[in-house]
């Protein structure tokens, strides 16, 4: 059965930095396209970073330069590290799996205030 466990939401003021883990597991990992989507009250989801199993990297124009993905195929896990963030970087942050299915995290915020 396939699982996804976010970690390491909570509050920042604005200018900090947050890393997100996912810790996977009862999927094939490496061979995961694997993705961080965000939502915010009231927004659609919408993709923040992705990193195939390559570890070819994308980003959304609104977190370039500020944020990084990475994976660790030894580990099951992928990583969101997170800089400078801004209010508008508030939302609930969800890891997601690709392989032949799709699978999603229970998610975990991420609050942006001073």
């Known amino acids: 059965q396939a699982q996804l466990v976010e970690s390491g939401g909570g509050l920042v003021q604005p200018g900090g930095s947050l890393r997100l883990s996912c810790a996977a597991s009862g999927i094939i990992f490496s061979n995961s396209f694997m993705g961080w989507y965000r939502q915010a009250p009231g927004k659609q989801r919408e993709l923040v970073a992705s990193?195939?199993?390559?570890?070819?990297?994308n980003y959304a124009s609104f977190v370039k330069g500020r944020f990084t993905i990475s994976r660790d195929n030894a580990k099951n896990t992928v990583n969101l590290q997170m800089n400078s963030l801004k209010p508008e970087d508030t939302a609930v942050y969800y890891c997601?799996?690709?392989?032949?299915?799709?699978?999603w995290g229970q998610g975990t915020q991420v609050t942006v205030s001073s």
């Open positions: 997601n799996a690709r392989y032949f299915d799709n699978y």
């Open positions: 990193i195939s199993s390559a570890g070819n990297t």
